[in-house]
């Protein structure tokens, strides 16, 4: 009789973060050729969606797109139209041309500091994806305006865990977990003996601490937060994830988690919905099949949760809430 | 081909590269679309077919393969529902293709290749040439029977940063060059996954790089790209290879050796040493030209350049020692490896872009303007050749003189 297969795990660095794919396997050989063949296709998006590989195909289309309508390749073009989708599905909560705004905020080097008001004008010219012409005819970008850039940072790693699922599941893995950082996650099917693979939510400031806990099967999870880089200026606290609809960075949101069927959708709108706060992000989390969300508002010594179909296994939700709050918070369908 | 023929193919790949990277390669006229085929899109075959779909006007027109599930991949790359073929010689009828891709398993290269130049098809054949000299040869001479278009797909042969790195070696900034030591150091078993694990058919197909009917082994699909390189630098093919190697680590059934070791001698007394091993990735995959003044490594994204310490200086300015003497004492000389930084070499913003990218582009250049690829059926031979006679050494632990197996063409 087959023995049953044993849980292995593997990490390797990858899009600026770490990936680590949980898998059980028959034998370690097995496991061996298997995380070979996943972190290849992650390896292979990195090539081609990295901007800061000067031979990646985004580093290519950010390059020339100004200048010239760019063909790309079916693949790229889909993520591209999709990442348009995501902002105009968000109002622009979540956008990919967000870079000058980044940097204008000393966000890419550095803690931060507030631009020059020219400065500042500057880059919100440069942002915007109804910036981004895409043309599905040609296969084709082409930019709007001089100094428009992708930044495919707040959806690629999503896009790269689904591939490595497909990788996995078309190779006969029946269990598996791919991690982007621990930002966002897949999780497919369930260990063996088990409904579902756990996960828990931390609480922003202390990782050690779960503010909440999920049984996933089949599905993706995506956590947003910048709480461990923010700086203080003028007695205000600015997080370094930005609302590219004001041009300044999110406040008053700690952490926002999305559970939907797909990693490329956890990963967009889990942005989406850390810029919107859950009173737009709820509306917003009704139009996507499945999707489950948990904001954390406030400030780290000070948190609240809101909840939009969050669905806990572990009862520990409550224990942070309020009752006057979660009365006041809880925003039902 | 001479060296002086060698070096001008090298410098006209550069001012390709501009051409292609200004978008210039894009059709005039709407029939300006090339049409492509390709048999084998496995792993290797889909990554083409990405990159030439970001070249503007280019469509693929029929996707051949023996392996049932490669359709459904292939069509995911196009999004269309590109017509499919189980036999390459149904692909070659088809009426409206204009070039194929072959990246079949090695042992194939020459009866798909002949097959497409002889159907009136320009291709785009994947490294190496072919199995064996004679099948490097009939391919040659099926480009120049059919004046078709022939690119092997070395692409390195068109990375920036590596014909950059050509151009100073050529200028002299190392000096004369002796030696290039290359390597491609993994630690893995070089294996893809099976669905079905134990079907005997399915792994020779999936893993046909592990199996001497089909595959070359590791001095043909990663020493290619290497000593390609090296007869660059060197203006000319080797003309005898030694070599070493076996299935040391990884006895799993496999019969291409798992670790091989290739010296090749070049008619000026030069000299490329390459290895290839599975058991420790330390070095990754990189060249290193060593010169008399300086040295050049190149790996898969950059290439820095090395100097050595100056020569003889005059010592007219420190006077002093004469008059004041010098301190004895023991004697001591490092050796140590040089362990500061080098030079890197940045490529100009208009001239950047991916090694595939640049080949492909290149590619469907060559077709639209009906010029010769840099990295034409010649370059494919000296290459391919050194491949074929490197493994005989190997296998038969044999001394290969290549005068004894090549031809004038």
Redesign the interface.
């Known amino acids: 009789m087959k023995s049953p297969d044993e849980l292995f795990v593997q990490s390797r660095n990858a899009m600026g973060t770490v990936f680590t794919i949980y898998l059980y396997a028959h034998d370690g050989e097995l496991a061996g050729v298997l995380f070979e063949s996943a972190f290849e296709e992650i390896e292979r998006l990195e090539e081609a969606l990295s901007n800061y590989r000067a031979t990646s195909e985004l580093s290519r289309i950010n390059r020339l797109a100004a200048r010239q309508a760019v063909t790309t390749d079916p693949e790229v073009f889909a993520l591209l139209q999709t990442s348009v989708a995501y902002s105009q599905r968000s109002a622009g909560a979540f956008d990919v041309t967000v870079g000058p705004l980044m940097r204008a905020w000393g966000f890419f080097r550095g803690g931060g500091r507030y631009p020059a008001d020219a400065e500042l004008r500057h880059a919100r010219e440069s942002v915007g994806s109804e910036k981004v012409n895409l043309d599905p005819a040609t296969r084709t970008v082409h930019f709007a305006a001089p100094g428009v850039e992708l930044d495919l940072g707040a959806i690629g790693k999503g896009y790269a865990v689904d591939r490595a699922v497909k990788v996995l599941r078309e190779a006969g893995v029946k269990a598996a977990l791919v991690d982007a950082g621990s930002s966002t996650l897949y999780a497919m099917n369930a260990p063996p003996g088990k409904s579902a693979w756990t996960v828990h939510v931390p609480r922003p400031g202390d990782r050690s601490q779960t503010v909440s806990t999920v049984a996933l099967r089949n599905e993706a999870l995506s956590t947003s937060g910048n709480y461990e880089k923010f700086f203080q200026l003028n007695g205000r606290r600015y997080c370094h994830v930005m609302d590219p609809r004001a041009g300044v960075p999110v406040q008053g949101v700690l952490q926002a988690t999305l559970i939907a069927p797909d990693s490329t959708t956890t990963d967009a709108l889990s942005n989406a919905m850390f810029v919107m706060g859950p009173e737009a992000g709820s509306k917003l989390l009704a139009t996507v099949s499945a999707a489950r969300g948990l904001w954390i508002l406030g400030e780290p010594e000070s948190q609240r949760l809101v909840q939009w179909q969050w669905q806990d296994c572990g009862g520990d939700v409550q224990t942070l809430v309020t009752k006057r709050e979660k009365g006041k918070e809880q925003i039902a369908r | 081909m001479n060296r002086r023929e060698f070096i001008g193919r090298a410098a006209a790949a550069g001012g390709a590269l501009l051409l292609v ?1 200004n ?1 210039e390669s ?1 059709p005039k006229a709407p029939s300006d679309q090339i049409n492509l085929g390709i048999i084998g899109p496995g792993s290797r075959g889909q ?1 083409l077919m ?2 030439f ?5 280019v469509r693929f027109a029929g996707l051949c393969d023996v392996y049932e ?1 490669r359709f459904a991949a292939a069509r995911e ?3 269309e529902n590109t017509p499919i073929y189980h036999d390459y010689r149904e692909l070659l009828a088809a009426r409206d293709l204009d070039a194929v891709i072959v990246s079949t398993p090695l042992s194939l290269h020459s009866q798909h290749e002949i097959a497409a130049l002889e159907s009136g098809r320009h291709v785009y054949g994947e490294k190496s040439l072919a199995f064996t000299v004679e099948e490097c040869y009939s391919i040659v001479d099926a480009v120049k029977r059919t004046g078709k278009h022939f690119q092997v797909g070395l692409q390195y042969h068109y990375a920036p940063w590596y014909r950059e790195t050509l151009r100073r070696i050529q200028a002299g900034k190392i000096g004369r060059v002796t030696q290039v030591y290359a390597y491609w150091h993994r630690n ?2 070089w ?3 099976v ?3 134990s079907d005997k058919k399915l792994e020779r197909l999936i893993n046909w790089r592990l199996y001497k009917e089909y595959s070359g082994g590791l001095v043909a699909e990663l020493g290619s790209h290497h000593i390609n390189f090296a007869n660059e630098v060197f203006g000319s093919m080797p003309e005898l290879v030694v070599g070493s190697g076996g299935i040391d680590f990884w006895k ?1 059934g496999r019969e291409t050796q798992d670790n091989v070791q290739v010296t090749y001698r070049y008619p000026s007394g030069q000299t490329l040493v390459f290895s290839a091993i599975t058991t420790n990735q330390l070095d990754g995959a990189q060249v290193r030209v060593y010169g008399t003044d300086g040295s050049a490594v190149l790996t898969e ?1 950059d290439a820095i350049f090395y100097y050595e310490p100056k020569r003889p200086q005059s010592a007219v300015a420190q006077q002093t020692i004469v008059e004041h003497g010098i301190v004895t004492g023991a004697s001591y000389r490092s050796e140590m490896p040089y362990r500061g930084p080098g030079e890197t070499v940045s ?1 100009p ?1 208009d001239k ?4 595939d ?1 640049v080949a492909c582009a290149s590619f469907i250049d060559s077709i639209r303007r009906n010029q010769r690829p840099e990295a034409d059926e010649q370059v494919a031979l000296a290459a391919g050749m050194a491949v074929a006679l490197g493994n005989q050494a190997i296998d038969h632990g044999k001394r290969i003189v290549f005068s004894e197996h090549s031809r004038q063409t």
């Open positions: 990277e978008g894009r990554q990405r990159t779909l970001r070249v503007p006007g599930p790359i196009t999004k893995n078993n294996r893809r996954p669905p079905n694990g799993d994204s490529v913003k950047q872009g991916s090694p990218y």
